[in-house]
């Protein structure tokens, strides 16, 4: 399993971002895909997941309304739409994939990991 985040980028408080997350080596059935972030000092924080056997997504309270994740089983490639950002949307952003459908905000239930893309907003 491989995963590479892009998209990230330096963009000021209330603009947008798309972050791509390319996969290969899974079927997509049956596996649930994240983003979480981490911000300098603190521990990876999830931000969107969706659980590709019946497309569910979920948000926490910090992001909901804000981001859109969705995945793209055509091309392998998951997303994130992010907009309205704020400076405590900062970090670095990785994607995630767990082996069940279940979604999870502990990291530690994730099996794969991609390299992180940086996303900075300024106030």
């Known amino acids: 399993v491989q995963l590479q985040a892009s998209g990230g980028g330096l963009v000021q408080s209330g603009g947008s971002l798309r972050l791509s997350c390319a996969t290969s080596g899974f079927a997509y059935d049956y596996y649930a895909i994240a983003w979480f972030r981490q911000a300098p000092g603190k521990g990876r924080e999830g931000v969107s997941c969706?659980?590709?056997?019946?497309?569910?997504?979920y948000y926490p309270d910090s992001v909901k309304g804000r981001f859109t994740i969705s995945a793209d089983k055509a091309k392998n490639m998951v997303y994130l739409q992010m907009n309205s950002l704020k400076p405590e949307d900062t970090g670095v952003y990785y994607c995630?994939?767990?082996?069940?459908?279940?979604?999870?905000?502990?990291?530690?239930?994730?099996?794969?990991w991609g390299q992180g893309t940086l996303v900075t907003v300024s106030s």
């Open positions: 969706i659980g590709t056997d019946d497309d569910s997504t």
């Open positions: 995630g994939v767990r082996r069940r459908s279940e979604c999870s905000w502990n990291p530690i239930d994730y099996d794969f």
